[in-house]
């Protein structure tokens, strides 16, 4: 089990959101380059790297921090979501050294653009699904839709997609633990890679997920909790190696 560090970009700060509302928000570092290089000094072997201003204005507005962290650190892999709606876009990140783009609304709204993205960047492409109750919610999680969660990814595993990052959009941000159950019902249901992402607090809750790892989910997001110290990364990451190797 892979724990990666959240970094979520908002006018070029690193900040966290509670509930993807983005007039609710922490902000821990003008420089989120800085913080890239003190997970990777934690133990971190990738990063989650968000555009939240580009999430809203469906095109890129912090690419430039997000290339700077690429550059510093070539080979680390490095995921990112947030206003990525074409070719040109995924292209561009690619082109800078990030490893995985993650389509969100996008994917809800043109799942053809999926499928042309799976083509055209095979391996490289991943879809994040943020619901709650089961159904899928997009543009900034201020809209939730008649989607069914599962039916969804098993339409992007035939794409091609590499993995589906879910949200329980109800846990993000406010330090609640996980949803386990959803989490795991998800992997089960499908056969490609789930990587967890929304409301862990601290060892237990990795210790939870370890504990369903089998089902398929290979890594889990981890935001606030390691900002403000509910959960030690390092302490996170050791623990997840001995139960997976276990």
């Known amino acids: 089990m892979l724990l990666i560090p959240a970094i979520d970009l908002k006018d070029g700060r690193c900040v966290r959101l509670r509930q993807g509302r983005m007039d609710d928000e922490t902000i821990f570092s003008d420089d989120p380059v800085d913080v890239a ?5 934690a133990g971190a072997r990738r ?3 968000v555009d939240l201003n580009g999430a809203f204005a469906g095109e890129p507005v912090n690419g430039e921090v997000i290339q700077a962290i690429a550059k510093r650190y070539p080979d680390l892999p490095i995921q990112v979501g947030g206003g990525i709606r074409d070719e040109a876009t995924i292209q561009a990140y690619l082109d ?3 490893t995985y783009v993650i389509i969100g609304t996008q994917a809800v709204k043109e799942p053809e653009f999926v499928a042309r993205a799976c083509k055209a960047f095979p391996g490289h492409v991943m879809v994040g699904l943020d619901a709650k109750d089961g159904k899928v919610a997009i543009n900034g999680w201020a809209e939730i839709t008649e989607h069914n969660v599962v039916d969804m990814a098993k339409q992007f595993e035939q794409d091609g997609v590499e993995a589906i ?4 959009i109800g846990r993000d941000g406010m330090l609640t633990g996980p949803n386990v159950e959803a989490t795991q019902a998800l992997a089960e249901a499908i056969n490609i890679p789930v990587v967890a992402s929304g409301g862990i607090t601290n060892i237990d809750d990795i210790r939870a997920l370890c504990g369903v790892e089998s089902s398929g989910i290979n890594s889990a ?3 606030r909790a390691i900002y403000e110290g509910t959960l030690d990364f390092a302490e996170g990451q050791n623990l997840a190696d001995k139960l997976s190797n276990g």
Do not use: C, P, S
């Open 37 to 41: 290089g003190r997970w990777v000094e």
């Open 165 to 168: 990052v879910y949200t329980d």
């Open 47 to 49: 990063l989650h790297l």
């Open 221 to 223: 997001i981890t935001g």
């Open 96 to 98: 800078v050294g990030v």
